[in-house]
């Protein structure tokens, strides 16, 4: 099947994901799609499968112009999406989840659905059961079966959205031998990822995206550094550090892994330093955020330990790690940090230390225009947070911050803001180191993370890099680390 | 008049006005004058000075569940289990007039001590379920009323039976002692309506000027950041729990206390369910509760009329409290409708 895309685009208000991408995809080929968050690949990808319309721009699927409404009329056509997050129901059996959809008679027939299944998964080497509950199969494992319940469905294309993130090695090593059979066959499979080593194992061609235009269109065998310049672009020239000479350790993590239902980080070892600033690269969902989060007390590590300013917090609550001294700065920021029920006024209320039965308005009010003042927060006292601009709620969070902290953790500290709230938010926060303050955070710039961390560490696939200074580091170098290249086996 | 205070004029009266359509309609198919039932309805209550009483009476319990309800609501918690809680306090309050030998100047007040902490108890139950039990409230809630039915039941035919044999009309009558000092002759009881005064206040300055009111707030608005922001969730939903019982039981009590002088099969009679009709109709403020437990509360007490005057079923008042609360929210939906539309298109 041949996939032709066409001039396609698609804004989401005033951003636009996808600004005019063409990209043909040959039958029986494995074609790469390659970018950054943000690029615009997971945009396309919905495009092509149905589950959102494009502004303008075309879709041909074997020389015949073709638009869907639905993933359902996609699927008609022979067009099939595996997610990144499996999309099937997992209190249902595998047998259950794979007959969804596929078949279409008032009455299922289990029988058939099972000889098909157990067709399907003999043809593969997929080990799966049909009445384990899906809810408890691995990722890797729900991946098989939506890959064969698509199959079941007569596409011919498949789309498979970053399939290689959360499983194992060797269901890796069988994905792919499924993926190369498959193309063998005359289906064509689009292969997005982030991770170049992947790409260069499985694809013959490549298009790599960056805010959303084609950046590139690469050949096997491809060349990791051309790869790499087309994904990142090229690097500002560095800025200037701050002096500020780090002290003692605020935090440090020794040996710790945590697991979560996405991803596992194992022994992970890292210190922060009062005044430091150490910065997280990787594209988002690599491990950077369970490491944050657990270093702010909203994830338990089932292994290691966790000091705080040399105290022993292995096993504390969140409640405890606010009290020592940490806090939590989320890049959703009102679905975790701020209620956008309530008001400036409430915000401010609740922050300061509830002492007493009462709330005193008048002094919340007091202490609300003077922090409207300070943090330069366009708003008044009884705004409610949600009618905030994403500039301004940013900035209120940090206003809402408590005075002395031993460790601030942000996620995407500057996300969404525009040139003059960036360098206002950093002056705040190296103001904040100026008083013993260790900083971590996480950025997908990479010349924020050049300029603005001491150090800096790569996340890829739940691994962490050894911490290289910042000032030693090029872009290029982080877009190995990011693309999963250069670790220690 | 500015056309945007016409628009919301009009919003507050539509479901007014829509409820007295479909009133006039089911009047009209039960071939009966519908302004001579609804003047009946409406004005009924007030045609003597014993009627005002029983209204008096009605609004107590009712004030109470719905100032228990504003806390739990204000947390964003459906507590179903206001019923379970009301019995709770009554089941209490009967057990200590029966068991515990007290001067008579004791007992009332130790009456409406156990009645507040026989529901607390309860919603400290369903709370639990719902934090620690993982059991949605509304399950755990709507269970436990259940139970709390069937538990009377028991107590009534079997343990707590009167010596001449068990009957539906409940137990024993309650020692002199145990009975609330009512205004002259009336039901109304001047303890009780204190109460519920007392009771309706307190929930209001808690959740307007009160820590924990906001802490509440928050929670019911959205729990994942109001954890973040440092709030113990768990805990303060308890609490709300515990807080909406300990009303709704004192409500239990003063039913046993002041209106039946006993423990009958359903104590509670639905005043739990009602209280939260009354909750969504005031749109979840507490100063506008009073006013809606008022007419609730006259419709009530004028509803068994319409069947002696006119031959209608009493059912009727219910009905039409169920219809304006439903038009009340539907109304609002379209309202929230259209001003989303409105921002889109602008």
């Excluded at chain 1, 298009?207 to 994904?231: I, N």
């Excluded at chain 1, 096993?315 to 940090?337: C, D, K, M, N, T």
């Excluded at chain 2, 007030?46 to 947390?75: H, N, Q, Y």
Aim: glycine share 12%; aromatic share 6%; hydrophobic share 45%.
């Amino acid at each position: 099947m041949n996939i032709q895309l066409t001039d396609i685009v698609k804004s989401f208000g005033m951003l636009r994901a996808n600004d005019g991408i063409s990209l043909s995809v040959a039958a029986g080929t494995i074609h790469g799609l390659l970018g950054e968050n943000g690029a615009g690949k997971t945009t396309l990808m919905k495009v092509l499968s149905g589950y959102q319309p494009c502004d303008s721009g075309t879709i041909r699927v074997d020389d015949r112009e073709v638009s869907f409404d639905s993933p359902e009329e996609a699927i008609a056509a022979g067009i099939g999406m595996l997610h990144q997050d499996p999309m099937d129901v997992p209190a249902l059996s595998v047998l259950d989840n794979f007959a969804l959809g596929h078949d279409r008679r008032l009455v299922l027939s289990r029988h058939r659905s099972q000889s098909d299944l157990a067709r399907l998964c003999r043809r593969f080497g997929f080990e799966l059961d049909p009445d384990a509950l899906v809810g408890s199969l691995t990722v890797g494992e729900r991946q098989q079966l939506e890959m064969v319940r698509l199959l079941a469905l007569g596409v011919r294309t498949i789309i498979l959205d970053e399939p290689t993130t959360g499983i194992s090695a060797p269901q890796k090593v069988l994905l792919f031998e499924t993926l190369r059979g498959l193309a063998a066959e005359g289906l064509s499979l689009i292969f997005v990822s982030h991770k170049l080593d992947d790409v260069e194992q499985l694809c013959s061609r490549a298009t790599v995206l960056r805010d959303g235009r084609v950046a590139g269109e690469v050949l096997a065998p491809f060349d990791t550094d051309e790869l790499v310049s087309l994904m990142f672009g090229q690097c500002l020239s560095e800025v200037g550090r701050s002096d500020i000479a780090p002290g003692e350790p605020m935090l440090e993590v020794a040996d710790v892994s945590v697991r979560t239902h996405r991803l596992e980080i194992t022994n992970i070892n890292l210190a922060v330093r009062a005044g430091e600033v150490v910065g997280l690269a990787g594209l988002e969902g690599s491990g950077q955020g369970i490491l944050m989060q657990t270093c702010a007390g909203l994830l338990r590590a089932h292994k290691g330990r966790i000091r705080l300013g040399g105290q022993d917090m292995s096993r504390s609550s969140y409640h405890q790690y606010l009290q020592a001294g940490v806090a939590h700065v989320p890049a959703a920021r009102l679905e975790e940090g701020m209620v956008g029920g309530l008001t400036i006024r409430e915000h401010v209320a609740l922050a300061h230390q509830p002492t007493g039965l009462m709330v005193r308005w008048s002094e919340a009010e007091g202490n609300a225009r003077e922090r409207i003042d300070t943090y330069r927060v366009v708003g008044r006292p009884e705004t409610p947070v949600a009618s905030l601009s994403g500039g301004n709620q940013q900035r209120l969070l940090l206003a809402l911050l408590p005075e002395h902290l031993k460790l601030l953790i942000l996620e995407h500290p500057t996300r969404g803001l525009d040139i003059e709230s960036t360098r206002w938010v950093w002056n705040r926060l190296h103001a904040r180191r100026r008083h013993g303050t260790g900083l971590l955070y996480t950025s997908t710039d990479l010349d924020e993370l050049v300029a603005h961390s001491d150090r800096i560490v790569v996340f890829s696939g739940g691994r962490m890099s050894a911490p290289v200074p910042a000032e030693d580091i090029t872009c290029e170098e982080l877009g190995y680390l990011i693309g999963g290249k250069g670790y220690d086996a | 008049m500015t056309r945007e205070r016409l628009t919301r004029l009009g919003y507050a009266l539509a479901p007014v006005l829509l409820t007295l359509v479909l009133a006039c309609a089911i009047l009209l198919l039960a071939g009966a004058n519908p302004l001579q039932a609804l003047g009946a309805l409406f004005l009924g209550a007030f045609e003597s000075g014993r009627k005002v009483a029983d209204i008096a009476a009605a609004m107590v319990p009712l004030l109470l569940c719905a100032a228990g309800m504003l806390i739990t609501f204000a947390a964003g918690l459906w507590n179903i289990g206001v019923e379970g809680q009301m019995i709770a306090g009554a089941l209490m309050t009967t057990w200590v007039v029966r068991s515990i030998d007290v001067p008579a100047a004791l007992l009332l007040p130790l009456t409406i001590l156990a009645g507040m902490l026989g529901g607390a108890l309860w919603g400290l139950l369903i709370g639990a379920l719902r934090t620690y039990g993982r059991v949605n409230e509304i399950f755990a809630g709507l269970g436990l009323n259940y139970l709390g039915a069937a538990l009377t039941n028991y107590l009534i035919f079997g343990p707590w039976k009167p010596p001449d044999g068990a009957t539906m009309s409940g137990t024993e009558p309650f020692p002199k002692a145990a009975w609330m000092p009512t205004i002259g002759s009336t039901r109304a009881s001047w303890l009780g309506i204190l109460l519920a005064i007392v009771g309706i206040v307190v929930v209001y300055f808690l959740l307007r000027d009160s820590y924990w009111g906001l802490k509440l707030k928050a929670i019911g608005l959205n729990d994942r950041s109001a954890h973040r922001l440092g709030i113990d969730t768990r805990g303060n939903m308890l609490l709300a729990f515990a807080a909406c019982g300990l009303l709704a039981g004192l409500a239990g009590s003063l039913r046993a206390t002041a209106v039946y002088h006993r423990l009958i099969p359903s104590i509670s009679g639905g005043i739990g369910y009602l209280s939260q009709l009354v909750v969504l109709l005031s749109g979840l403020r507490a100063q506008i509760v009073p006013l809606v437990v008022f007419f609730f509360s006259a419709v009530q007490v004028a509803s068994p009329r319409l069947e002696l005057r006119m031959s209608l079923d009493s059912s009727i008042g219910g009905v039409l409290q169920s219809a304006m609360v439903l038009f009340f929210l539907l109304v609002r939906g379209f309202r929230g409708r259209m001003q989303t539309a409105q921002e889109v298109v602008e």
